[in-house]
């Protein structure tokens, strides 16, 4: 997107947060492209929508003092649960009115390093993939995150996860693999003897 689009974006989304969710549901929202925020990958917009800061947290992590903590307590459950048509209506028209968004990211935690959110897909992908897919997170250093990066931005991968994808497929490719492979069976072989 062009400079002046994402920022026709911006106007539109925080129109939309005003016309489609309830007052004081959230506290602010924001669209975010690749360099703005480490989550954000290249190719990608996500939709960051900041809940109201609950309060201080007591020791036990209760945000009111004797607060029993459960569904109640937790900001996002409570948005979902109170507010769930409302959130469909709004991802349905930024799919709909704002193109390129990947991402509807809601949080209640403004400490990007241990983010509490709920993540909603926008738009729908057939990307061929077969099979069931295992989501796993891993903690990359800038390095590591600048490598996928580069395949993604060459047209290697279209994503983080397909890079890390098709550099596992490179590591399979490898006949030190097959050996490494056949090892394993036989290690978990003699672990079923014992």
Do not use: C
């Amino acid at each position: 997107m062009q400079q002046s689009e994402i920022e026709g974006a911006r106007s539109r989304l925080q129109d939309l947060a005003r016309e489609l969710l309830p007052e004081g549901a959230v506290s602010e929202v924001a669209l975010l492209q690749y360099g703005e925020d480490p989550a954000v990958e290249p190719g990608q917009i996500i939709v960051r929508v900041l809940l109201p800061d609950p309060g201080p947290a007591d020791a036990q992590g209760a945000r009111e003092p004797g607060a029993a903590r459960g569904p109640d307590s937790d900001p996002l459950d409570v948005l979902r649960r109170k507010h769930q048509a409302a959130l469909e209506q709004f991802r349905d028209t930024i799919d709909r009115e704002i193109p390129g968004v990947s991402f509807i990211e809601f949080t209640a935690d403004r400490d990007s390093e241990h983010r509490a959110r709920m993540r909603w897909r926008v738009g729908h992908r057939a990307d061929g993939r077969p099979g069931e897919l295992t989501p796993v997170m891993a903690r990359l250093a800038p390095t590591d995150l600048q490598t996928l990066d580069t395949l993604i931005t060459t047209g290697i991968a279209a994503n983080r996860a397909d890079a890390v994808r098709w550099a596992l497929a490179r590591i399979r490719e490898r006949p030190a693999y097959a050996e490494l492979r056949e090892r394993a069976q036989q290690i978990q072989e003699l672990k079923t003897r014992l």
